[in-house]
């Protein structure tokens, strides 16, 4: 089976370990380059794990090392340090902490079967149909950068495109994004920091700020605050995120300073959050499916956006595999059918993740007594 992904974000590279683990042919358009940096950390929980081990990866992914440290407890502290909760972690939790740099090179080195095409575009011109197999345009193959082609013959087409997937709306499946109301500024100390033992997310009026150990001592925190929709630090006459960022937690316990000052200027990343206007119905048309963000992009309220991904490529991989040889392609599989359970397994469940976490964070922001 011949399967084009597009996107090499995480949710693509799972996608494309797993399928290639399943002896299809798969080959990556990605626009950006190889040594693109993959963001800040991630914290993923049990149903993440059981996608990895679904696609053929868990072995590799229980060998990475992940935070949290061993004796870590769960605590939420008021902005003035004082803890309003605390837990010990359970023993086998399920929560593995993350640099997203180190997930995606567990990723990519899971992929020696995989054809890739860093620095190229690729969109669909023809999604297809049980006889008709898809078709893409491909800007900047053949190591000529501005020049288009078309390539056909593609069983499946797998859009991990993101937030912003330019696949969902050639489709015609976009519903349109919602801005949640709040920035989310996310970093990675450059050096070990002392978090006082704990981990955690804590909430002060509009605003939050969650601390995650990683195995190495350093920590990912992400700090997030009710603002105008497309406000940065130029627009506030600020000279950086960091600025920013500093400014905007200041009056906060002396962990969070320390955390923001041992991150460097320009690993201090931030965004605006949104989710889709509301759940898709389909993640599908004709031979091309979405997954991950491009499929239900969701607030990161409950920490599932990228476990709901790999639940996406699990299914994928699964449904692949267990396709019988009858059916009209080439290879016998009848992709739109598969692609159609596909999205009866995924589009219902993943919706309602979405207003879930959607919900959660409605809860968090909404304005209270500090």
Not at 103 to 109: D, G, H, K, S, T
Not at 168 to 194: C, Q, S
Request: glycine share 14%; with cysteine.
């Amino acid at each position: 089976m011949r399967i084009a992904i597009i996107g090499a974000g995480l949710v693509g590279l799972a996608t494309a370990a797993g399928l290639a683990r399943h002896g299809a042919q798969v080959e990556v358009f990605e626009r950006a380059g190889e040594g693109s940096p993959a963001g800040a950390g991630i914290s993923l929980f049990p149903n993440s794990r059981k996608a990895m081990r679904r696609l053929g990866l868990g072995d590799g992914f229980d060998r990475l090392p992940h935070g949290p440290p061993a004796g870590i407890r769960t605590a939420m502290r008021r902005r003035d340090g004082r803890i309003r909760f605390s837990a010990p972690a359970p023993r086998d939790h399920g929560v593995r902490m993350f640099h997203r740099n180190d997930l995606r090179e567990f990723l990519l080195e899971s992929c020696p079967d995989v054809t890739f095409h860093w620095r190229v575009a690729a969109s669909v011109a023809d999604d297809g149909d049980r006889l008709r197999r898809a078709r893409l345009t491909v800007d900047g193959g053949g190591g000529a950068p501005g020049s288009t082609r078309t390539v056909d013959g593609w069983d499946l087409v797998i859009a991990a495109d993101g937030l912003r997937s330019r696949t969902r709306t050639a489709l015609g499946l976009d519903p349109g994004l919602r801005y949640a109301g709040y920035t989310a500024w996310r970093g990675v100390t450059a050096v070990p920091v002392d978090t006082d033992g704990t981990a955690g997310e804590d909430w002060a009026g509009e605003h939050r700020f969650g601390t995650v150990p990683l195995a190495d001592g350093r920590a990912y925190w992400f700090a997030v605050a009710s603002r105008p929709a497309g406000e940065t630090a130029v627009s506030r006459g600020l000279m950086s995120e960091k600025d920013a960022v500093s400014r905007e937690f200041a009056d906060w316990y002396r962990t969070v300073g320390m955390l923001i000052d041992a991150t460097p200027d320009d690993a201090v990343l931030r965004h605006d959050i949104h989710d889709l206007a509301r759940p898709l119905r389909a993640f599908h048309r004709g031979r091309v499916a979405l997954a991950g963000d491009a499929a239900h992009a969701m607030t990161p309220d409950l920490g599932q956006g990228a476990g709901a991904g790999f639940e996406d490529a699990a299914a994928l991989c699964a449904l692949v595999a267990g396709a019988r040889g009858d059916g009209p392609d080439g290879e016998g599989q009848d992709a739109v059918a598969l692609l159609e359970r596909y999205s009866s397994q995924r589009a219902r469940s993943a919706g309602r993740v979405l207003l879930a976490s959607r919900f959660m964070g409605k809860v968090a922001h909404r304005r209270r007594r500090v």
